[in-house]
């Protein structure tokens, strides 16, 4: 009988390390995504975390790695969450309420618009904040629901108009929400959600789906 390795626990050591990751990257994710890119610093950092200099450098050896880490640890959640509902066996309209309610739900999250304010407001003047956020976080969602739709293309229940330029116009749909949020029009919440999430899955699917109109 073997043993999966994924299944043996850390040692003493390594556990100590993934908990002072963890403690690292908890305490970035409060200084960026409330005082910003920008007024984040390591040496502040130092400041609330304590330790030395060289122990947070050998866990993240620049500010643009240390930020990847919030990001990931920001949109772990809602990307296994998404990335779970469209891998299971079911219906597809249902499958792209699902995905839809999901995304406004989870983007509705106060860390969530935190993000995204981030994101839009340093992006002009830091590049690499737009490039991190895309790869660790909406590329990964983008992919997914893509894929998802060239299987229902190749199922012959989509017609082929690129699944890539199909997934992202769904999400700009679902996206046009989060926008309201960013602008402080709208409140965050999940009333209505359901509604627009259907409404949202009756635009794509007459425009793509095989047999309807």
């Not at 060239?150 to 679902?174: F, K, P, S, V, Y």
Request: charged residues 25%.
């Amino acid at each position: 009988m073997t043993t999966d390795s994924s299944e043996i626990p850390p040692t003493k050591r390594e556990a100590r390390k993934q908990d002072r990751r963890a403690t690292i990257v908890a305490a970035a994710r409060r200084s960026f995504l409330d005082d910003g890119y920008a007024a984040t610093s390591m040496s502040a950092l130092l400041t609330t975390l304590g330790g030395s200099k060289a122990t947070l450098w050998s866990y993240f050896p620049s500010k643009e790695e240390l930020f990847a880490a919030v990001i990931e640890d920001v949109t772990a959640a809602f990307r296994s969450q998404v990335m779970g509902e469209l891998m299971t066996p079911g219906d597809l309209e249902a499958t792209l309420v699902n995905f839809c309610r999901s995304f406004m739900n989870k983007t509705a999250h106060p860390d969530a618009v935190a993000a995204w304010r981030l994101v839009v407001a340093e992006s002009g003047r830091f590049p690499e904040v737009g490039r991190i956020f895309y790869r660790q976080a909406a590329h990964h969602i983008e992919r997914a629901l893509a894929d998802y739709i060239a299987r229902q293309i190749e199922a012959g229940r989509l017609r082929d108009e690129g699944a890539i330029d199909m997934a992202r116009m769904l999400i700009g749909m679902t996206a046009a929400q989060q926008n309201r949020r960013l602008w402080g029009v709208e409140p965050a919440g999940v009333d209505g959600m359901d509604a627009e999430a259907r409404r949202f899955v009756d635009y794509f699917l007459r425009l793509f789906a095989i047999g309807r109109t």
